[in-house]
């Protein structure tokens, strides 16, 4: 046993509003520059939709992330052989196009056009050549369903669904989504990392933050292509690669990541997990439908005595098991087993898990004659010839999981690699924390109905209190359980501050030798 | 004549040696954050493989092929003692010649007519673009007029090239070769000294290293191991992070 630890984090998507403050919070911090204008290393996405790039989960196209060939995993599009042969040009290299030719607006016409008989208009001008552009696309061109027959019909996740399913989802358009952040997942198995032939990129050890070293990054351009989720970015202007760096300026001085801190539907949770590092190749090359349990077997209990020792071995301060303790992310992952990775089937073992949205689930569509009820209406009414009826009774207990509005196997292709059950069971935990909560506060659910749901559920009432308490009111410290980042020792290692403090004194770093 | 003779044969060769040494290490040591390919292939996607490939791979070759020239003259020329092998070797050799060409003359022309590349593009490409179509330009001119190139270049360019590393320039052959060879000279030595200024330098870092390193990379800030034992002393090995 080799154990590790890792920031790890998990997004509550029931509570996400879509709002994108996390994104400006972000991009005003980090990558608000030329060349990095265009970058979103916090973004939101409506699903359904093609998000950002364009199609970026379809691996056909960017050939990113791991596949398993033969019982071993390599990487899709880069690696050794692949990487240093198409050096010299990149033929999965997402382009400008396909996130979007970033761009503003010439506000100070608005100011200084000369008297007309027009009103002056801001023309848009690209950011890159710094001409008038027409604009064709934006980071979220497809917000909230805009544009459907263009973005949400193209989701990738769609591939699997039967016709029938997806006219269901078209049918949905109009009354369903929900949104999705995203960030870079610091994965245990980082495909960015193992595809930079410069060695630019790494993992940090205390808490498994993947960064890019910009003074060894050459541009070989690999992580680009190799990150399935497309969370490794070129900066066009600088001839780097670039990526979120977790805020890691803030988590060690023990504030939270600035998309978190500032989100507005307190969706984000950040916490420490344990891992095993010694079983990470292991773990990514199971079977696809292994994956997730896989990935969660992986992550070590911060209770057991045995986990304890073996972490204090490895030299993990007593402050950071404590922080594993505390984690809200060990609570979601692996105590309630609510949160799932996003397209586990990448293989990167990322450390970002979402709690998959119930929200667009409880109630069904049906599919009726309405026809009737038309030919009832006044001449004159607006009609809508749809023959669906949207449905909210809860009859059934788990009537509305089967026939739900999304199909499950659409959340399963984004959350489970396609195992609907797996799936299921997660809304079931989360329905009957609802009904839970109901029976408690408004107390129109008989105890009887309650318990059932509780015990199908396999969780008891205490626990849905505690799931309840830590999803709707949690304090910012219930949110954050950030470890101390110890930089004092790390200072002490780094500069040999004993050694000069019999020599020049502290602070001074370079030895005293008259004359050079 | 023998003034410019001199200066091409030795002077510049010197001085564009130390420029280079000079200047590289200068800017590995100190302007790291500068060293990069400078890939435009964000930008524009598609021409480049018609530019960047045929290039790359008829330049790597060319190179290596003068390097061959350089390192092992005796074995050339035993090589080229049959007119078959020597005809193999100098047909390739062109062909690769005129892949760098024709790769070049798409860069250039991807590079000046894509409004997107304008932005990021400097008086240091247009530069690096001139003298690399000059010098494969009069290479390719040499290889067909001056025949056979592989081998003169061992008997004549090779102990030449050799003086100078010796810090004993001897040019009493080389003065006699037409001056289309003392121009594709005086080009090379010209390139070797921008490399430091441009982004040639990026074939100074070929991720070699890549082939045996491990793919995944854990770096630590510290050895938490050691600070937590009593046992160990103060000075270890510094982290290494760049
Ligand atoms: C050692 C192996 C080399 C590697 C791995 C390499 C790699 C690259 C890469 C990745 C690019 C960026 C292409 C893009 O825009 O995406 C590039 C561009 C370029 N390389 Fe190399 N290169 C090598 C050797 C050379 C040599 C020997 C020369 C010339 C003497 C050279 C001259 C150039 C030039 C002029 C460009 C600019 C192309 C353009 O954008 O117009 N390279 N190289
Ligand atoms: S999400 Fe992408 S960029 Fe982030 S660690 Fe994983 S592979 Fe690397
Ligand atoms: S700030 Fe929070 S609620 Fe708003 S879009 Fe971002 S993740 Fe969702």
Same mark, same amino acid.
């Given at each position: ?95 400008? !196009? ?41 980071? /979220? ?13 193209? !989701? ?15 049918? #949905? ?72 760096? %977790? ?41 696809? +439908? ?9 992550? #070590? ?47 990167? #073992? ?16 049906? +599919? ?7 030919? +009832? ?9 749809? /023959? ?8 059934? #207990?788990?009537?509305? %999981? ?21 799936? +299921? ?28 749901? %509780? ?39 780094? !500069? ?21 | ?146 025949? *056979? ?29 037409? *001056? ?31 082939? *045996? ?30």
């Amino acid at each position: 046993m080799d154990v590790r630890s890792q920031v790890a984090m998990v997004f509550h998507l029931d509570k996400c509003i879509g709002c994108h403050t996390c994104s400006i919070a972000c991009k005003n911090i980090w990558t608000d520059r030329k060349g990095a204008e265009y970058m979103w290393w916090n973004n939101v996405e409506t699903k359904p939709g093609t998000g950002y790039p364009s199609k970026w989960e379809d691996q056909d196209i960017y050939k990113g992330g791991w596949e398993k060939r033969n019982g071993k995993i390599h990487l899709r599009g880069a690696g050794k052989r692949r990487g240093l042969v198409n050096i010299f040009y990149n033929p999965n290299l997402p382009v400008i !196009d396909d996130y979007y030719e970033p761009f503003t607006y010439k506000y100070l016409d608005l100011i200084e056009s000369p008297e007309g008989d027009d009103q002056p208009t801001a023309r848009p001008v690209s950011l890159v050549t710094g001409k008038p552009i027409d604009i064709k696309m934006g980071p /979220n061109w497809d917000d909230d369903l805009g544009g459907t027959p263009d973005y949400a019909r193209h !989701d990738p996740n769609m591939k699997n669904l039967s016709p029938e399913e997806q006219e269901v989802m078209f049918q #949905l358009e109009k009354m369903a989504f929900f949104y999705l952040p995203r960030i870079c997942n610091h994965c245990l198995n980082p495909a960015c990392v193992a595809s930079c032939p410069s060695g630019a990129i790494y993992k940090r050890g205390e808490d498994g933050v993947v960064l890019i070293n910009q003074q060894v990054c050459r541009a070989w351009r690999m992580c680009v292509t190799a990150c399935p989720y497309k969370k490794s970015y070129y900066n066009w202007y600088t001839g780097k690669s670039e990526k979120c760096i %977790l805020c890691y300026p803030r988590i060690e001085a023990g504030l939270a990541p600035a998309c978190m801190h500032s989100c507005v539907g307190r969706i984000r949770y950040l916490g420490v997990l344990l891992y095993d590092a010694s079983k990470i190749e292991q773990t990514a090359s199971v079977d696809e +439908k292994d994956l997730v349990k896989s990935q969660l077997d992986i992550i #070590l209990d911060p209770f057991d005595e045995n986990v304890i020792r073996a972490a204090k071995e490895n030299g993990i301060a007593d402050s950071t098991i404590h922080a594993a303790q505390f984690s809200p992310v060990y609570k979601f992952v692996k105590k309630w087993g609510l949160a799932l990775p996003l397209h586990p089937e990448f293989r990167t #073992l990322p450390m970002l898990f979402y709690v998959p949205p119930l929200l667009p689930v409880m109630a069904t569509v049906k +599919k009726v004659d309405n026809k009737e009820q038309l030919d +009832k209406m006044h001449p004159a009414a607006k009609k809508w010839n749809d /023959n669906w009826l949207y449905d909210t009774s809860t009859e059934e #207990l788990w009537g509305s %999981l089967d026939q739900i509005r999304f199909p499950l196997k659409y959340i399963a292709s984004l959350f489970s690699a396609g195992d609907e059950e797996m799936i +299921k069971d997660k809304w079931k935990k989360l329905m009957a924390v609802r009904i839970h909560r109901r029976r408690v506060t408004v107390g129109d659910v008989s105890n009887e109905k309650a318990e059932e749901v %509780l015990r199908d559920a396999g969780i008891n009432a205490e626990t849905a209190d505690a799931i309840y308490a830590l999803t709707s009111l949690p304090k910012f410290e219930e949110r954050f359980v950030i470890p101390a980042a110890h930089r004092e020792q790390a200072i002490e290692m780094m !500069d040999f501050t004993g050694d000069t403090k019999g020599d020049t004194g502290f602070g001074i770093k370079s030895q005293v030798k008259r004359g050079i | 004549m023998n003034y410019l003779d001199n200066f091409i044969l030795i002077a510049l060769p010197y001085l564009a040696l130390a420029v280079f040494l000079i200047g590289s290490i200068y800017r590995y040591t100190n302007r790291k954050f500068q060293f990069s390919s400078l890939s435009s292939e964000f930008l524009e996607g598609r021409r480049l493989f018609y530019g960047s490939v045929p290039f790359h791979w008829g330049v790597l070759f060319v190179f290596c092929g003068h390097l061959l020239a350089f390192s092992i003259p005796k074995a050339i020329l035993a090589w080229n003692s049959q007119p078959v092998r020597l005809m193999i070797l100098e047909i390739t050799g062109f062909i690769f010649g005129i892949s760098m060409l024709v790769g070049l003359i798409n860069l250039v022309i991807r590079r000046y007519t894509t409004p997107r590349l304008k932005s990021v593009t400097n008086y240091m490409d247009l530069a690096v673009y001139v003298l690399l179509i000059l010098q494969t330009f009069v290479g390719l001119w040499i290889a067909y007029n001056f025949r *056979w190139g592989s081998s003169w270049f061992s008997t004549i360019l090779t102990p030449y090239l050799y003086s100078i590393f010796r810090l004993q320039p001897d040019t009493t052959a080389v003065v006699l070769l037409p *001056w289309t060879v003392k121009l594709h000279i005086a080009t090379a030595f010209t390139i070797i000294a921008l490399i430091p200024f441009s982004r040639l330098v990026h074939m100074l870092v070929y991720p070699l290293n890549y082939l *045996w390193r491990p793919y995944q990379q854990v770096m630590w800030n510290w050895n938490r191991k050691k600070v937590r034992s009593s046992q160990t002393p103060w000075s270890l090995q510094r982290p290494k992070n760049t």
